[in-house]
């Protein structure tokens, strides 16, 4: 009897207690009252849940129906501002609600051919500059520009100057290069953590000169866009989780959480000419197909100053002959680089995230404990490792 004592409030809990067989076996209802009274109790249980659901969601409609009408309009207001724009071809802006919590704002603008630097930073100054109710301020903006294969993409908050994306833009549109596209990437929301990363693709995996070039015209011509982080690549197309191209990239460095060493950034600056020597030669006259991603960590990882991963073609694997063909060719290579590189091959190409086995050998420097690594490994880690 304690325990009914705190039994949750019920509409019917008296009738509940008075008839319960437990309370009083000798005057027990018959089954049909019983059965009756259940039904009540259910059919109350579900009107008042119903009408909650109903409630809820009506006020969560009315809210969001309200607020996205005006978010709307000022979709329309901005998708007008933009189209105006010298140079513009095509511009769709929208608002998402996010989870009934926030909208999140997309901005696609397509420029001709021939726009120039001032016309590009011209659409985020524009965008940036609009008259949006202060409530608004907070709201994730999202920019994506796009002229010939190049494209320009940036995330701020709304209610902050974005001169800082209006200059990125305008950088971006001078990097044109034939045969190459530039994709460039302004990311951090807060304007000081904002980051430029820049991405210079070769046409193909077989023509790596056209993005190394490339990529040495702009060291040469735009000296004063050293601090950013640059990318080699190939033009690949974007598939989560697989590497199915070729990329000389700044390594990433382990978060806190990750491991015991403290979080580094990597050194924004222009690749080296050795560090796209090494890019291209991987990509050049080789026996058999695959690709590559070159790590440069700057400052050193572990020791460790470049990590090269070799990806078989998605959907296929390397047998043990190919990889071991692929290890006496690039090892003794990298041997001759003077630095410490951990070398990888996953033989089969799957997500980037997957634990191994691999074949991994740390050339001229110490393996890190724990980690899988294949027992064809075993003599060239004797034969490269320095420990």
Known sequence: MFLKAFRPFDPISRWGAAISPADSPASAPSPLIVRGIKAVRSTILTVVLTMTAVLLSGCYYLERGRDQAEHDSWSRTIETAIRALPGVTAASHRFEHYEGKIFHAYLDVRLRDEATPAEAASVVNTVGTQPLPRRFHGEPMNVTIGRMADSYSAYWFFGRDVSPEATAAHNW???????????????????????????????????????????????????????????????????????????????????PHDRLTPHQEPTPRFPSNDELDLWQWFLTDQPILFFVRVSVYDPPLEGQTLGVTVFPPVGTEFSAAQTTQLADLHLPYLAGSGTAVDYTIHTPNGPVYSRGPFFEVVVGGCQTPGYNVLPESQPYVRQYERC
């Open 173 to 255: 549109a001078r990097l044109w290069a034939a045969g190459t596209e530039v994709h460039w990437d302004s990311s951090g929301g807060d304007a000081s953590r904002m980051t430029n990363t820049i991405d210079v693709r070769a046409g193909s995996e077989s023509e790596p000169h056209r993005a190394t070039a490339a990529m040495r015209r702009i060291i040469r011509d735009f000296p004063e866009l050293v601090s950013n982080q640059w990318i080699v690549s190939a033009v690949h197309e974007r598939e989560r989780g697989f590497t199915n191209h070729s990329e000389r990239r700044p390594g990433w460095y382990p978060w």
